[in-house]
């Protein structure tokens, strides 16, 4: 788990400090008071752009010198504590930095001590907005399984996007160039979309074995935007040039991936579009996939340190399936982090829990 965590200009956090962590760690306090900061700096200390999305300017606090540090013990049994940093220096504000153990590391490498997840009220609108968002919470939960996926991701981009420059340059590409991008993106496009179809079908089983109550339970599937081999984008992509050239862009391929969720019917073949369900529903699908996920990484090989991070989740549920969020929690070993306006929603794990006020940018132990 993690503890000893700190905030440095982060936000709206001058100087935090949050130590003597559990299972469950509590953040309560009012709108604006800087819970959510303190879930989007751990966030930060795993790949990627952290729970808000957010560009790296906006994260250093208004009164402070545009640098922001964020740092935090990962203690692991037996073994002495991981020293996890990132933020950025005043004098290169666009460009993160990453430490372990003191040694400057690439992001990536994060993924390799643990896996964070979350959801936040922002992703309760996942299931209507566009297919991207949904591609980023499915690597979310494949680099839980794959460490090595954000690696793949990443090549996968870079040569997705020389590939569009090419296309959309007014001189014909060169065309050894354009096989040597195409091959870099076939390979790395075939490990990320690969990783994506076991991870579906392992939480579709998964689901699939779960009660229709307390939780909605969603139905999954995989919907590839390309050939899943790497010979067969290969191909795709050679043969789809010059339609390409002409949108200026790549058209097939992992990044036109869809991941089709519904709601399980009573019946066989029954189910209702994610997407059409209410928010409630969609809400206690969102819930019922992440503890799903959870479910997932607890009975498989995967043993490195795991985090959930919760904002103002309880709130929104009733006490039936706070009880069951509280059960299913407590039977795993992730940490969790939860959020909320008040301790009410809490009562169930407040004898277990680490508790913190959070007011003003300013944490305080209450339990």
Known sequence: MLDRILLSR???HRETAVEGTAQFNLLVGENGAGKTNVLEAISLLSPGRGLRRAGLADMPGQDFDGGFAVSAALLVADEEPVQLGTGVLPERPGRRLVQINGAEAPAVRLAEWMSIGWLTPAMDRLFVEGAGARRRF??????????????HATRLENALRERNRLLSDDMPPDRRWLDAIELQLAESGSMVAAARAELVERLEQTLAALPDSPFARPSLAYQPGGPISSEGLARALREGRARERAAQRTLTGPHRDEILVTM???????????AECSTGEQKAMLIAITL????LLETGAEQRPRL??????????????????????????AQVWLTGTELAPFDAIAGEAAIWEVRSGAVHRLG
Do not use: I, Y
Not at 264 to 274: F, S
Not at 322 to 331: G, I, K, N, S, T
């Open 292 to 295: 799903a996920h959870s479910q």
């Open 264 to 274: 399980a019917g009573k019946g066989p073949g029954k189910g209702q579009a994610a």
């Open 10 to 12: 982060f936000r709206n």
């Open 308 to 333: 959930l991070l919760l904002d103002e989740v309880a709130a929104h549920l009733d006490p039936v399936r706070r009880e069951a969020l509280f059960d299913r929690l407590r039977a795993g070993s």
């Open 138 to 151: 499915l690597d979310r939960l494949v680099l839980a399984v794959r460490p090595d996926h954000a690696s």
